[in-house]
């Protein structure tokens, strides 16, 4: 049993040493992947930071340079004064721009032929020991050339290395000297304190070393190492950085700068070594961390080989054990008789734990005699003593389990009940100890052994009890048919595979066939048609959910509707359907009807848009040939009649859609519009269906409903609209209430008025902006908007600070018969109108309009103009202003300042934009421009006549 083990273990070692191998590959990789990305990080770092250092050396340098510049321009502009006293004067400047210099600094001005003409006495002294003849070559060489200043060689001064500055004066004959000493920059760069094997070095334009950190005299003025780099770098104006290598083999991070308007640049070396001396130290960690990983994890897989073989062992035995246990089962499996199967699990427990007497009884029987298993009988009449111990056993609750003391008469012994689902017992297992007691093993097997005794027993018990419920299963389904062959309608039984198991005499009838030709086909054999129905998918819902579903169906191999209603029926489906055909027809014939009704509708609703349309393109060419016929003095020209044969094509049109809407007239002939309450009850299915499910819809119809003047289809539509709307801004459950109300005649208001109000309230608690704010109104928006305004009614719209929604729309409403000559109306005739506009041809067309109205009108070009009116004391009734105009002030701020002069003036602003009716008050409207006479005598007449009292109030969109 073992050599099984250790065969089945070299996969485990072949595997164990590939896992070990992996680690060491991956984690050697990654932290060397790590290293390398360190590294160049590392190198990247070190040239940046070479490159931050160049840029500010060279900008000290600079700065330096600069400043020494502008000291000898102002010398040298001193220097050119002539007289015992402008001597004296420059010789002062001299000493003071000296004074001002960097320490050690040394001005003055020498001749073309090396002469000192002007300097202090500490320069005398520091110039002494110099040789003025290179200074006059020098000299020379820069009378020939342009102006500025200029980098000499370096020269040993007495303040040691100093770098001469030339600055020739204009006349070519004289030159500013400036003597730097080169330990300032060694200073500026001693400041650094940069670490051991960096290095930062001044370089002039013919590839001299000007000044060194660390300091080395002896090569100040000797060709530098980044010579050719740094001219290169001079002619091309361009940084420099990379990593260069030395004589001696070290490498350096450099960073080559020019000195900013010098001829000069600074280079700046970091000392490759220096800089990646944490890297090397980090490369060693990581080397080591991987020896350490890779040990662990040939560690822990040593560990686990060791566990698994321990756990093939185990397995073999326990394999060997369940094979036998299998045989056992198969065994008891196949015996039918109850008594012989007592007697084999008894053998099979006796053999699984090596007990020389196992015994299993039936408790609670009549014949209380257990079936034995025995072998070896240790003594004499031990067995049949335990025998009788079994046999006389108590039932519930007193049955003994588990291991037992042994006694005189008795051996120490195990008791294994055998219970019911309930967990009540029913049969108990007893086996006499063997030598060496029982074993967990032992005991894991005969616990498996009792369970399947368990199992078995119930089973056959089982099987007389089902025979006796299938009699009694068959006599149900006898008396079940018998009911449904007497029912009406139509039944069918479908199993989970669809077919079909039964129908009753009435189905069989409507279907046509008799019951052989019909069983055993599915439901899409027999009727494929249903395949393209929604009826397929109804009721695949009532066989997987387990729904209840009614519906109605054609059979297009039959040519007839039935209503169908399907439930769930154990593993199938049962459906009970009748012949509908009649009453489809019927409301087939009704469809009919109300498509014709609606499509009347639509062209009545389109006719009317074309005539609005028709009518607006009539007003623009009457205001266009009235403009022409202005410019022209009335004369014939080919303008006008242009603008004559458009007004004829256009007045075709007017009578073309007058034809249209007559005939929509006729497919609505004698049809009124139905109540606002049957309309709104009409729509309710269409605004379910719209809505999500978690959004519920409630309708609040008061009584005293005035029928409004507009056309049904258009409120539908109103509805319908807002309705969408307040879906769009909802984020998750919530509820729509739809509210219709009545206002009569009176406090004010000529005719009732129709109220409905839509308000949606959002459960999701999400925000969300409201998608058509009147600022930013989408097309529909503005159709809806225009449709009440033309009607007289008016559109509010609120939202909540997060969630929420409502809409109020108002309607005048269709006032009593008889009742219309008594409504009171004070028209725009007479009125005292104040027109601002500043395009003057649309400012004369409107004034002609306005005063065949009845109305007097004083015309103004600007918002200043019209208030200057104001304050003369013009009494306007009605402020007419365009939204849009030239000289800082819109017509929305006309109307806010003409307000202060005169309280609650109304106002009618017009515009040829897109409309808004943002920040509008109730005596506020908008208007389209070019606008027709009849367009602008409706606005007029709304904002001079009485309005409903329940509609004031600000109509702006929160």
């Not at 015994?359 to 609670?364: D, Q, V």
């Not at 109305?855 to 918002?863: I, M, P, S, Y």
């Not at 939204?883 to 800082?888: C, N, T, V």
Request: glycine residues 10%; aromatic residues 4%.
């Amino acid at each position: 049993m073992l050599q099984q083990p250790r065969r089945l273990l070299w996969p485990w070692r072949i595997a164990g040493l590939a896992f070990t191998v992996l680690i060491l590959v991956a984690v050697g990789g990654g932290i060397g992947l790590h290293l390398l990305s360190e590294r160049r990080q590392t190198a990247e770092r070190s040239l940046a930071e070479a490159s931050v250092l160049a840029r500010s050396m060279a900008a000290q340098a600079s700065a330096l340079f600069n400043a020494l510049n502008q000291a000898m321009i102002g010398l040298g502009a001193v220097a050119r004064r002539t007289g015992a006293e402008q001597a004296q004067e420059a010789l002062e400047a001299l000493a003071v721009r000296e004074a001002a210099a960097p320490e050690g600094v040394t001005l003055a001005i020498l001749s073309s032929d090396g002469r000192l003409l002007l300097a202090s006495e500490a320069g005398r002294r520091r110039i002494a020991g110099l040789d003025l003849n290179d200074f006059e070559k020098a000299l020379g060489a820069l009378a020939a050339g342009q102006g500025g200043m200029r980098f000499g060689p370096p020269v040993r001064s007495t303040v040691g290395p100093a770098l001469p500055l030339w600055h020739p004066l204009p006349d070519g004959q004289e030159a500013v000297l400036a003597l730097l000493p080169l330990r300032l920059f060694e200073g500026f760069y001693d400041r650094l304190l940069l670490p051991p094997g960096n290095e930062i070095a001044l370089i002039d334009g013919q590839g001299r070393l000007l000044a060194r950190m660390p300091s080395d005299p002896d090569r100040i003025g000797q060709p530098a190492a980044q010579a050719v780099r740094a001219i290169e770098i001079l002619r091309l104006q361009e940084n420099w950085s990379g990593l260069s290598r030395t004589e001696e083999g070290g490498g350096h991070f450099t960073a080559v700068v020019p000195v900013p308007g010098q001829p000069g640049v600074v280079s700046v070396g970091l000392s490759e070594a220096a800089a990646f001396a944490a890297w090397r130290n980090h490369a060693g960690l990581g080397v080591l961390l991987t020896l350490l990983i890779t040990g662990v994890a040939g560690s822990g897989v040593a560990l686990v080989l060791r566990e698994a073989r321990q756990r093939l062992e185990a397995q073999g035995q326990a394999t060997a054990r369940l094979e036998w246990l299998a045989r056992g089962s198969a065994q008891i499996a196949r015996i039918a008789e109850l008594p012989v199967l007592l007697e084999v699990v008894a053998r099979l427990a006796r053999e699984t734990t090596g007990a020389p007497f196992a015994a299993l009884m039936l408790l609670n029987q009549p014949m209380r005699r257990p079936a034995e298993s025995r072998g070896t009988e240790p003594a004499p009449g031990r067995f049949a003593a335990l025998g009788r111990w079994i046999a006389g056993l108590p039932g519930e609750p007193v049955v003994p389990e588990g291991r037992l003391p042994p006694r005189e008469d008795l051996p120490a012994r195990m008791a294994l009940p055998l219970r019911e689902e309930d967990g009540g017992a029913f049969a108990v297992l007893v086996l006499a100890e063997p030598e060496g007691g029982f074993n967990a093993d032992g005991e894991a097997m005969l616990d498996q052994l009792a369970r399947l005794a368990e199992v078995a027993i119930r089973n056959r018990r089982l099987i007389t009890a089902l025979h006796g419920m299938a009699d009694e299963a068959n006599g149900a389904r006898e008396r079940v048919e018998h009911i449904l062959d007497s029912i009406s309608d139509g039944f069918i039984a479908l199993d989970a595979e669809w077919r079909m198991t039964y129908a009753n005499g009435a189905a069989l009838g409507m279907i046509g066939v008799a019951s052989p030709a019909l069983l055993g086909l599915t439901l899409w054999e027999r009727f494929p048609s249903l395949l393209q129905d929604e009826a397929f998918a109804l009721l695949h819902l009532v066989a997987s959910r387990g729904a209840h579903e009614d519906f109605a169906v054609h059979l297009q191999e039959l040519d007839r509707w039935f209503r169908m209603v399907a439930h769930p029926a154990g593993d199938g489906v049962a459906i009970f359907f009748s012949d509908i055909t009649g009453a489809q027809q019927a409301r087939q014939r009704q469809f009919e009807s109300q498509r014709t009704e609606v499509i009347g509708r639509l062209a009545s609703g389109a006719a009317r848009d074309l005539l609005r349309e028709l009518r607006e393109a009539e007003s623009r060419i009457e205001q266009l040939r009235g403009t022409i016929a202005d410019i022209t003095g009335g004369a014939p020209s080919g303008l006008l009649r242009d603008g004559t044969a458009a007004l004829m094509a256009t007045r075709r049109g007017l009578e073309m859609a007058g034809r249209m809407l007559d005939f929509a007239s006729l497919t609505t002939a004698g049809k009124a519009d139905p109540h606002p309450a049957t309309l709104l009850r009409n729509l309710e299915p269409l605004l379910r269906a719209a809505l999500p499910e978690a959004v519920t819809l409630r309708l609040v119809v008061k009584p005293g409903l005035p029928r409004p003047r507009l056309p049904a289809w258009q409120f539908e539509n109103a509805v319908v609209a807002l309705v969408l709307q307040a879906r769009d801004l909802m984020t998750g459950a919530g509820r729509v209430e739809i509210t219709l109300t009545g206002a009569q005649p009176g406090h004010g208001s000529a005719h009732p008025w129709l109220h409905c109000r839509i308000s949606a309230s959002d459960a999701g608690g999400g925000e969300r902006s409201i998608p058509f704010l009147p600022g930013e109104s989408r097309g529909e928006l503005r159709a809806l908007q225009e449709m009440v305004h033309q009607a007289g009614g008016t559109l509010k719209l609120d939202r909540g600070p997060t969630s929420g929604f409502s809409a109020a729309l108002a309607l005048p409403g269709q006032p009593p018969p008889g009742s219309e000559a008594c409504i009171p109306r004070t028209g725009e005739a007479g009125a005292r109108i104040l027109l601002v506009e500043d395009e003057a041809p649309l400012r004369h067309v409107l004034t002609r309009q306005l005063q065949s109205l009845g109305c007097t009108v004083v015309g103004v070009e600007a918002g200043p103009e019209a208030l200057k009116v104001l304050e003369e004391g013009f009494p306007a009734d009605l402020l007419l202003t365009d939204m849009i105009m030239p000289g800082g002030m819109s017509g929305r701020q006309l109307v806010r300042e003409a307000r202060r002069h005169r309280r609650n003036l109304p106002a009618l602003l017009i515009s040829g934009y897109a409309l808004s009716e943002e920040r509008l008050g109730p005596q506020d409207l908008l208007l389209a421009k070019p606008c027709s006479q009849n367009d602008l005598a409706r606005h007029l007449r709304r904002l001079l006549e009485p309005v409903d009292p329940s509609q004031k109030g600000d109509s702006s969109l929160n």
